[in-house]
C-alpha cells in the first residue's frame, strides 16, 4: 500500500511545482509556494526532491515525456490536414495567451529565458523538449509530401517555426497585445503559401 501512496504524492508535488513554475517563474516560486499548493510535509518533498533544481528536473521530464498527450492531441484533436496542424499548434498558444491574459507563454521558453546559467540535466532536458517540438512539426511537413518544393529543409523549417512561435509570444506578452503574435502567424503563413506556389509552378 505504500508505493501507491509515494507515488502518487510524488506525482502532485511535480503537478504543482510545474503549475507554479508556469505561473510565477522558477526563480519566484519558493518550496513553501510547493507545500502549500500541495499540503504536503516538507519531509515528504524533500524525500522525493533533495533541492529544487531536482524538482525542476521532474518537471522538464514531465514536459517532454507528455507531450502527446497533454499537447499534440488537444491541438490536433479533428484536424487531418498536415499543414493546417502546424497552424492549429500555433492557434493553441494564442488561446493560452488571450486566456490568461498573457500571463502564460511556452512553459519551456519562459525556463530557457529564465535560468541563464542550467546544470547541465536542465539544459539537456530544455533543449530535448525544443527538439521533440520540432520533431512532431517535421513530421507534419514530411506528411505534406509534394505541397511543399522537393528542396525544401524540412528540419530547418520546423525549427524556424520554434522560433515565430517563441518570438511571437515574446512580443506579445511584452506588449500585451496579440496582433504581434497574429503577424508573425500570418507570414507564416505567406512563407507556405509560397512554397505551394513554387511546388504548382514547378
Known sequence: ??????????????????????????????????????????????????GKQDLLVAVLEWYRDGIEENLLAYAWHGVDDPIEKVFALLDGYRIQLLASDFAHGCPIGNLALEISEPDPRVRELIAANFAQWADAVEACLIDAGERLPASTDRRALAEFILTVMEGGIMQARTHRDISLFDRNVAILRDHFALLTRQTQAA
Open 1 to 50: 500500500m505504500t508505493e501507491p501512496r509515494n507515488r502518487d504524492t510524488r506525482t502532485r508535488i511535480v503537478e504543482a511545482a510545474r503549475d507554479l513554475f508556469w505561473e510565477k517563474g522558477f526563480n519566484s516560486t519558493s518550496i513553501a509556494d510547493i507545500l502549500s499548493r500541495t499540503q504536503v510535509h516538507s519531509g515528504s518533498l524533500y524525500h522525493f526532491f533533495p
